[in-house]
């Protein structure tokens, strides 16, 4: 069993940055692949980027590419997530998901562990 727990959301104007955390509890944590999903309101929860188990292979969604950064440190328990130049339509509450498989997912229905979310919201 692994427990997530999200921290770092917050009001921010657009253009600024965030750095999201997400500490797991449990001694397989590196064994797992890792990911950030939000959901605006309104609206279905999504995809933003993932993790291998190493950290060496990182995918993310084309509107987040080359501002959000997703990272982790195993020794550490937790995975990052940078968000630079925010804007109000990156405004949502941010999830941190695990799957028991090492390789990138990108879809929900590939993780077995979710943390309880935190929210980012981006001020005009």
């Known amino acids: 069993q692994v427990q997530l727990v999200e921290s770092g959301g917050g009001l921010v104007q657009a253009g600024g940055s965030l750095r999201l955390s997400c500490a797991a509890s449990?001694?397989?944590?590196?064994?797992?692949?890792m990911g950030w999903f939000r959901q605006a309101p309104g609206k279905e929860r999504e995809f933003v980027a993932a993790?291998?188990?190493?950290?060496?292979?990182?995918y993310s969604t084309d509107s987040v590419k080359g501002r959000f950064t997703i990272s982790r440190d195993n020794a550490k328990n937790t995975v990052y997530l940078q968000m630079n130049s925010l804007k109000p339509e990156d405004t949502a509450v941010y999830y941190c998901?695990?799957?028991?498989?090492?390789?990138?997912?990108?879809?929900?229905?590939?993780?077995?562990?979710w943390g309880q979310g935190t929210q980012v919201t981006v001020s005009s």
């Open positions: 449990g001694r397989t944590f590196s064994s797992y692949a």
């Open positions: 998901a695990g799957r028991g498989n090492s390789g990138l997912g990108t879809r929900e229905a590939q993780y077995d562990y």
């Open positions: 993790i291998n188990w190493s950290g060496g292979s990182t």
